[in-house]
């Protein structure tokens, strides 16, 4: 996996030094919202999980990147590629920055911008794809920035503290990269 590189950021594949970082997100039930994590997770899961990382997306049908800004390697946020579609060459894009004393500084941008690009011009995808919930407002200017585009909303969708939301769908086509 070669690490992609920002101006301030870089997003790099998964070590297994990631396991605290991952059980604290994945545990994280302020998240699970956005995550559709319904239970915790062990670190022996996390463990498995990451033992399995090195697999290629062709194979696993997602891939998981660590968004990381120092050199010294500690991760922030995680960004994804899921439901990774060869054969339509498409995948869904998820995001996540764990503190939120790194939101709002342009790092979420960032790591979108450098996923976007990858998926565009590695993997030759011809669309992405992100399910944002309705109140989410910080992640629906987050992808239309980039040019993702409200194609539908599905009605009632995720039961959230026991209130259904709606959820949407946007959707970026490939015609610029």
């Known amino acids: 996996m070669i690490t ?20 604290a997100m994945e545990n994280d039930q302020s998240i699970w919202e956005v995550s ?13 999980y990451l033992e399995n990382a090195h697999q290629d997306i062709y194979e696993a049908k997602q891939l998981r990147l660590a968004i990381c800004q120092d050199e010294d390697f500690p991760a922030i946020g995680l960004i994804d ?8 060459n498409r995948a869904g894009v998820g995001i996540l920055i ?8 342009k790092i979420g ?33 987050l992808f239309t920035k980039f ?6 909303v599905k009605k009632d969708w995720n039961l959230i503290n026991g209130v259904y ?13």
């Open 81 to 88: 590629l899921f439901d990774f579609d060869p054969k339509n």
């Open 165 to 177: 939301q709606d959820e949407a769908i946007y959707q970026l086509i490939n015609q610029q990269f």
């Open 147 to 152: 040019g993702f585009q409200c194609i539908g």
């Open 98 to 105: 764990q503190d939120s004393a790194h939101r709002n500084q």
């Open 4 to 23: 992609l590189k920002g101006d301030s950021i870089y997003l790099r594949a998964l070590e297994p030094n990631d396991l605290e970082f991952i059980y």
């Open 109 to 141: 941008s960032e790591a979108l911008n450098l996923l976007i690009r990858y998926s565009f011009r590695h993997l030759n995808l011809h669309q992405l794809y992100a399910n944002i919930g309705e109140q989410n407002e910080a992640s629906k200017a």
């Open 36 to 48: 559709n994590t319904q239970t915790p997770y062990s670190r022996f899961l996390i463990r498995q």
